[in-house]
């Protein structure tokens, strides 16, 4: 209540002829209280939040990527989604459409890239070759397959039935690769000789991969 609105209270106790008036006022007295509290209250709950990232699809711009939670503004003008280890407040922030409640971060998806800091969607499991593989690495480079669907890589390699890595694919051992070669230097998959086998022409040296003597698809 501010001073003139008391002093007039005062005046209307000091000059009131009954118990009704006197009444009367200190209800408006009452009543003048609690407006002013409501609208201190509401002047609180209007308070600006915290600034948080930008979410996927919301606009940005080049020069300020670091709006995004992702870090990445697309050439459209609007944010991209997150990969693993990114930055991130609900699921559709994140390509893999999961995001760690705990740590706020970016789950990466199944054949995606990973690594000690990044944790890969529910079912998954990191792999030596920095991939999300599904179950207990069930679907890594080198383990067992019967259908590509069951890689991580997408690749069964039909000749030694086991999981590979195309092409420039990260590698840590010569079996992680189609190819049946890690570069060391590089960390990625070599491309593959004549002969050896391949799931595409980029898997090949040579750019081709066609089905052989055998029916199965090596490099030209």
């Known amino acids: 209540m501010d001073s003139t609105r008391f002093d007039e209270f005062t005046k209307t106790l000091a000059t009131a002829t009954s118990r009704r008036q006197a009444v009367k006022a ?3 007295a009452a009543m003048a ?9 509401n002047v609180l709950a209007a308070s600006p939040s915290k600034k948080s990232c930008k979410g996927t699809g919301s606009p940005c711009k080049k020069k300020k990527a670091k709006q995004c939670c992702s870090g990445t503004c697309n050439n459209n003008g609007t944010c991209a989604c997150g990969a693993g280890g990114t930055t991130c407040t609900k699921g559709t922030d994140c390509c893999s459409g999961a995001c760690d409640p705990t740590t706020k971060t970016c789950l990466a998806p199944i054949g995606g890239k990973c690594s000690q800091g990044t944790s890969c969607v529910i079912g998954a499991n990191c792999s030596a070759a920095g991939i999300c593989c599904v179950g207990n ?3 890594s480079p080198g383990n067992n397959c019967t259908l590509s669907t069951t890689c991580c890589s997408g690749i069964c390699n039909t ?3 086991k999981c590979c890595e195309g092409a420039n694919a990260l590698c840590s051992a010569n079996g992680d690769c189609c190819s049946g070669t890690c570069n060391t230097a590089t960390g990625t998959c070599s491309c593959g000789s004549v002969g050896a086998f391949c799931a595409q022409g980029s898997d090949c040296c040579s750019g081709t991969c066609a089905v052989g003597q055998a029916g199965l698809l090596v490099c030209g």
């Open 159 to 161: 000749t030694s039935g």
């Open 33 to 41: 209280g609690f407006v002013g509290l409501s609208r201190g209250e």
């Open 137 to 139: 690495g069930t679907g």
């Open 26 to 28: 200190l209800a408006v």
